[in-house]
């Protein structure tokens, strides 16, 4: 994809920062929209325009406007959220105000300013919930069991009645557990980068449960990929991307203590509300629709992962 002018919500995040830099080197236009409540001004490529706004402002409209008056914008991936379980268990309301009202604000000035298509970052594990079925597929009847989740389908749903109604057309990425590059602690970090991070600097992590509630790890790089294929592809509606292995923590950190040649210090606390015991996701429909498929190995993404992290 080259040549396209490209709105990205969240682009100063973990995925956010890697899709935009992909997508200049392509040689595309991007605008960037990011609060920094999370994200990094210094992951933001020179070469992108950034606009400092929260999604749920009224500025939002303003920024669609101007973008729109001398080059059309082509696609806007939506990938700002509050990206946190535990903090939408315990703030759902604040939850809902960013993954659902804010989400409304971006697909609302999509459709008024014609966008071909609003690609959305959704959740694999949180919208089906703890599934009885693993690997799970996009036929599985969605059960979230956290608010996180909760909002994040309540926005596919928002998606799909603005394509029935209104022909705004749509494809949400159900996302496993995204890690690499650019998620560090005390930002958008998940287990990987954290247990990486405290393992570099001799720190203690904590494992919440028995550490074998497992977990469908897949690299930054691809998912960058399925977002781009996503935009390149005319079908609508739900997609898994993943890498289809279950991987349980207590492997997880076996890999990484054999990459680092160390011993993690390990603290086992009670699991917490709201997070499942097993995830995977069948992601057999991206491999037939956008021709998709994992290809990151987890040892290989997790020593590009240190090597960042090291950095």
């Known amino acids: 994809m080259r040549n396209k002018k490209i709105l990205i919500t969240g682009g100063a995040g973990f995925i956010g920062s890697n899709l935009s830099d992909k997508l200049i080197r392509l040689g595309n236009e991007v605008v960037v929209v990011d609060d920094l409540s999370t994200g990094k001004k210094e992951y933001i490529d020179c070469k992108a325009k950034f606009y400092q706004v929260d999604i749920r402002s009224k500025k939002i409209s303003e920024i669609f406007k101007k973008e729109?008056?001398?080059?059309?914008?082509?696609?806007?991936?939506?990938?700002?959220?509050?990206?946190?379980?535990?903090?939408?268990?315990?703030?759902?309301?604040?939850?809902?105000?960013?993954?659902?009202?804010?989400?409304?604000?971006?697909?609302?000035?999509?459709?008024?300013?014609?966008?071909?298509?609003?690609?959305?970052s959704s959740s694999g594990g949180a919208v089906y919930g703890d599934a009885s079925i693993i690997p799970t597929a996009e036929d599985y009847l969605p059960e979230p069991i956290s608010p996180y989740g909760i909002h994040k389908l309540t926005f596919e749903k928002y998606l799909n009645y603005y394509y029935k109604v209104y022909g705004q057309k749509y494809i949400s990425l159900r996302f496993s557990n995204v890690y690499g590059p650019h998620?560090?602690?005390?930002?958008?970090?998940?287990?990987?980068?954290?247990?990486?991070?405290?393992?570099?600097?001799?720190?203690?992590?904590?494992i919440n449960g028995n550490g074998l509630q497992t977990r469908d790890f897949i690299y930054v790089g691809d998912v960058v990929k399925s977002l781009i294929d996503s935009a390149k592809s005319d079908y609508v509606g739900e997609i898994n991307i993943g890498a289809t292995v279950e991987t349980n923590l207590l492997q997880m950190v076996e890999i990484i203590e054999l990459i680092l040649d160390c011993k993690i210090k390990k603290q086992f606390s009670p699991a917490k509300k709201?997070?499942?015991?097993?995830s995977c996701l069948n992601c057999g429909k991206a491999k037939k629709v956008l021709k998709w498929e994992a290809e990151t190995k987890l040892e290989d993404g997790i020593r590009q992962t240190i090597k960042w992290s090291k950095k």
């Open 274 to 278: 709201g997070e499942q015991m097993r």
């Open 68 to 120: 729109s008056l001398k080059r059309k914008i082509d696609f806007v991936f939506h990938l700002a959220a509050q990206i946190d379980v535990r903090k939408s268990i315990e703030n759902s309301n604040f939850d809902n105000e960013i993954n659902v009202l804010g989400g409304l604000n971006i697909l609302e000035n999509c459709y008024r300013h014609k966008i071909k298509k609003i690609i959305f």
């Open 183 to 206: 998620q560090f602690k005390g930002g958008e970090a998940g287990v990987i980068a954290i247990f990486i991070n405290n393992a570099i600097n001799n720190k203690k992590s904590i």
